[in-house]
């Protein structure tokens, strides 16, 4: 993915993730999420907005409420950034150059990006009202910038993207991708900065359950342009004393799956806070669908790069004739799939397959094993329910001892315990297994400051 | 976005487990549970005087998994544990039954978990800073950061802490709830590790050079006269309104400042090829060749006091006067143009909360902007050398801010008097 959302989640996970985040890295790494390709250069462009997209939407038979229990739901769903990034990079892959961008909106002052309140009208009229905000979320507020032939089309809701994302029941951005606001300039426009994209219109809908409208008055206003080389060297300041460090990456492959993992919700017993968020009796169950699962997972090993190659072979047992001691090693693994939920509140049931959800776990091979993983990527569907950042609690990854002396290895994903997301109580529950085969092996060397 | 994200966070999730043993810090935790915090009008504390005792709230703070020590952490030094504050959702209903105020906590800097030793021997936990009810009717920034949980330690090298707790308070006009379900363990196979990895490395030194400067220092008692800042505001138009519930909210805020004085200097200089004397310099300054700057003071031991006023379309009508004695306002003289004197400005380090009262309203970033000055005044080269004179620090205009818009107005006024004046050479130490 591109430097841009990097800073920021970087940012986000330095709580997470330690002093090794703070490393200074190659172009490589941004190759994450790009398909793989090298990516020669990265230019961001920074964004001021003005106006607004509001969606107003209501439970509407004719699109289908009733099947998936979205008939009592109705609300406002305002979108009001006020900055944000739109980054380019230049990638090959083979002998062709491609573009892949991403747009990322955010409001850098306090308050919230995203807004809903959403009205649940109940039997004798016993309802209630979800109110729910969203600032930063760490999976981001993105739309859909896509470049291709010389073009950039900029999509403010697209598939996957996050930006009506909140806790209360409502339309997903995909939903209402084709009546988004949208507009095409030409690649060489953005890339140059400086200039205007109008995003302003009204449309209306009717999809998965919800009719309504988007009004947009969203103008997004381009600054200058930077780019960025990405084979330049890693530079601190002077007098900083640096490490090099060798990053061994060995890309998993699935060979099958078996089980699945969901999430037992419930709102919380708090009489203040599951009215404020309409979560009082709320209960209900996210599955991540085990059905055909996407995967990634590594073998990573990490250490001087003064020590020989072998040794780092060694440690993650492609070789025997080096030194493992002092080279770390872990497995990380993510899952994805589309979520179900089954929510009920007030005798109504809402049954949805909505956006996606990832599991993710890492499993420190270093004596003795460790193991820390958890829930991500939303889990939100139409229905009310709780949304999951980055918690690294959820779920526990167990390796057998000596797996990596084998070509093929199983590693068991259990959910474990329970956890809080606002006015929800979740209680982790399943277990996945996967049998792993080993594949290509990539090394870099980064440098760092040193400890 | 999210094949990156899981990737980024299963190796974010690697890195206290594998860490080299160089690079793991002294000790590191890991935090799971939340704190939630309500509150409610509460009639015995006065909330029916401020017009609050309809308001209900929320907010929830996540943990966001590991940190580390200072020092090794109690007894020997403080736990820090990051914990989510930055998109951390306050809600609020104001009992109108118009609507409820949605706000987000701001992007930065986020809240932390401490766990330190009191003074009589206890360990105890608080969070902050930069924890409040935002924009919507509720505890104050300070209130909440005051609020202790109680430590239990258990285990011996790699201790656990529990800080789970269900405790009551009163905050102003509200009673406060907060419940605990934080618990920080040692992060397995990270404890007991002697090695420090926060040490940076040797900076080398930069080469330094003597330079002459012809310098005038000005010393003057400050004193503050009656005056206020004042701002009204009104909602934004729907539907920006609708997410702080705003709309047709219209209120009114008056900063004034209790009686202190201090001491302001003001120094003005220019590299010299020679020496001059007080005279010279003089004479240079009222020419305006010397570059003013000044060194300011926090206003740290006075009293700053808000007062607001607050209607709501819905029926709420609020009204609230909050003495703060931690105001966080410092008088710092700034250069004006060339040989133009100093400007002297009135600082609110971003992201205080010098505007909030119990009332919902904007924040200092709506009605100030993201510039810490909230106001200012210039002082030319002939008030300067005036042996009493009086400046009166203002920053009128309008103001759009999210959820609300208005404009500032009013001024707060100082007298300075000139009571020591240093004039002629110094030699100085510069890189």
Redesign the interface.
Same mark, same amino acid.
């Not at chain 1, 300041?237 to 004393?241: D, E, M, Q, T």
């Not at chain 1, 956890?419 to 006015?423: A, N, P």
């Given at each position: 993915?591109r430097r841009g959302?990097l800073v920021v989640? &970087?940012l986000? &996970?330095?709580?997470?993730?330690?002093?090794? /985040?703070a490393q200074n890295v190659g172009g490589q790494f941004f190759a994450?999420?790009i398909g793989g390709g090298k990516v020669l250069s990265e230019t961001n462009v920074p964004l001021q907005t003005t106006g607004?997209l509001?969606v107003s939407f209501r439970g509407d038979a004719a699109a289908g409420c009733a099947a998936a229990g979205l008939c009592a739901y109705s609300g406002?769903i305002?979108v009001?950034p006020t900055g944000g990034n739109l980054s380019i990079a230049t990638v090959q892959r083979g002998k062709r150059i491609e573009h892949a961008a991403?747009l990322l909106l955010?409001?850098?002052?306090?308050?919230?990006v995203t807004?809903a309140?959403v009205q649940r009208s109940g039997p004798g009229g016993q309802g209630g009202?979800c109110?729910?905000?969203? !600032?930063?979320?760490?999976?981001?507020n993105?739309g859909s910038a896509v470049a291709r032939g010389g073009a950039l089309t900029i999509r403010v809701l697209a598939p996957?993207g996050?930006l009506l994302q909140t806790r209360c029941a409502g339309p997903l951005d995909g939903d209402l991708a084709s009546a988004s606001p949208a507009v095409t300039v030409p690649l060489a426009t953005a890339l140059r900065g400086r200039t205007s994209l109008d995003l302003s219109g009204t449309r209306a809908f009717a999809v998965h359950g919800f009719a309504g409208t988007i009004t947009s008055t969203l103008v997004l206003n381009l600054g200058m342009a930077s780019q960025q080389s990405t084979s330049s060297s890693s530079i601190f300041?002077?007098? +900083?004393?640096t490490q090099r460090l060798r990053i061994v990456t060995e890309r998993l492959s699935l060979v099958r799956v078996q089980g699945g993992l969901s999430a037992a919700a419930s709102g919380?017993a708090?009489p %203040?806070?599951c009215? &404020?968020?309409d979560t009082c009796g709320l209960t209900g169950t996210l599955t991540l669908a085990p059905a055909a699962p996407?995967f990634?997972a590594d073998v %990573?090993a /990490?250490?001087p790069a003064s020590r020989p190659y072998r040794d780092f072979l060694t440690a993650v047992g492609l070789a025997r004739s080096g030194r493992p001691q002092?080279i770390? +090693?872990?497995v990380?693994?993510?899952l994805?799939g589309h979520v179900g939920a089954e929510m009920s509140q007030a005798g109504v049931t809402c049954t949805d397959t909505g956006g996606?959800g990832?599991v993710?776990?890492? %499993?420190? %091979? *270093?004596s003795?094993v /460790?193991?820390?993983?958890?829930f991500?990527? !939303?889990w939100r569907t139409r229905c009310p329910g709780p949304q999951f950042?980055? *918690? /690294?609690?959820g779920v526990v990854a167990s390796l057998r001892p000596g797996a990596l002396e084998h070509q093929q290895f199983t590693i068991d994903m259990r959910g474990s315990g329970s956890?809080?997301?606002?006015?929800y109580v979740v209680l982790a529950r399943g277990d996945v297994s996967a049998l792993l085969r080993r594949g290509r092996i990539t090394s870099q060397v980064i440098t760092q400051?040193?400890? | 976005m999210f094949r990156w994200l899981a990737r980024t966070l299963a190796v974010a999730a690697l890195a206290p487990l594998a860490l080299p043993a160089h690079a793991v810090a002294d000790q590191t935790f890991t935090a799971s549970g939340s704190v939630t915090y309500t509150w409610q009008g509460d009639p015995a504390s006065g909330c029916a005087a401020v017009g609050v005792c309809g308001v209900q709230g929320a907010l929830i703070l996540q943990s966001q998994g590991s940190g580390s020590s200072t020092g090794g952490g109690p007894p020997r030094g403080t736990i820090d544990v990051p914990i989510e504050s930055t998109g951390s959702t306050v809600r609020v209903a104001d009992g109108s039954g118009a609507g409820e105020c949605v706000d987000v906590a701001s992007l930065f800097p986020g809240g932390d978990l401490l766990i330190t030793r009191r003074t009589g021997g206890g360990l105890v936990g608080h969070i902050g800073p930069s924890v409040s009810s935002g924009r919507c009717a509720g505890p104050l920034e300070q209130d909440l950061a005051a609020l202790m949980l109680p430590v239990r330690r258990s285990g011996g090298q790699q201790p656990t802490f529990d800080l789970r707790a269900n405790r009551s308070f009163v905050v102003g006009p509200f009673a406060v709830t907060l419940a605990s379900t934080l618990v920080v363990r040692t992060a397995r196979g990270a404890g007991g590790s002697k090695t420090v990895s926060s040490v940076p490395g040797p900076v080398q030194r930069l080469p330094t050079h003597k330079v002459l400067l012809e310098q005038v220092t000005l010393h003057y008692r400050t004193a503050s006269l009656p005056g206020t800042l004042n701002a009204a505001f009104s909602g934004e138009p729907d539907p920006f309104c609708a997410t702080l519930d705003a709309c047709g909210a219209t209120g009114t805020l008056a900063l004034s400042l209790t009686r202190f004085h201090r001491t302001l200097v003001v120094n003005a200089s220019r590299p010299s090829a020679g020496r001059v004397d007080a005279r010279e310099a003089l004479a240079d300054f009222r020419r305006g060749r010397l570059q003013a700057t000044g060194i300011g003071f926090a206003l740290g031991g006075s009293t700053a006091q808000l007062s607001e006023t607050f209607a709501g379309s819905g029926g709420l009508r609020c009204q609230d006067t909050v003495d703060s004695h931690k105001a966080p306002l410092f008088l710092s003289a700034e250069p004006a143009r060339p040989g133009g004197g100093v400007s002297l400005v009135l600082n609110n380090p971003v992201g205080s909360d010098l505007l909030r009262t119990y009332c919902p309203g904007p924040l200092d970033s709506d009605v100030f902007g993201a510039s810490p000055g909230v106001a200012r005044a210039s002082i030319g080269v002939t008030q300067l050398l005036a042996r009493h004179s009086v400046v009166a620090l203002a920053d009128p205009g309008s103001f759009a801010g999210v959820g609300y818009v208005g404009s500032r107005s009013g001024a707060l006024a100082f007298s300075l008097t000139l009571e020591l004046v240093h004039a002629g050479t110094v030699e100085v130490v510069r890189p």
């Open positions: 993915m959302w989640l &970087l986000a &996970l330095a709580g997470l993730a330690g002093p090794a /985040q994450f999420g607004e509001v406002t305002i009001r991403t955010v409001t850098p002052e306090s308050g919230p807004s309140r009202t109110a729910d905000g969203q !600032g930063f979320p760490l999976f981001g993105t996957g996050t300041p002077p007098g +900083v004393k919380t708090d %203040i806070v009215r &404020l968020l996407d990634n %990573i /990490q250490g002092g770390s +090693v872990g990380s693994v993510d994805f996606p990832v993710f776990a890492a %499993i420190g %091979i *270093s003795p /460790q193991s820390a993983g958890g991500t990527g !939303g950042g980055a *918690s /690294q609690v956890f809080t997301d606002d006015g400051p040193s400890s | -």
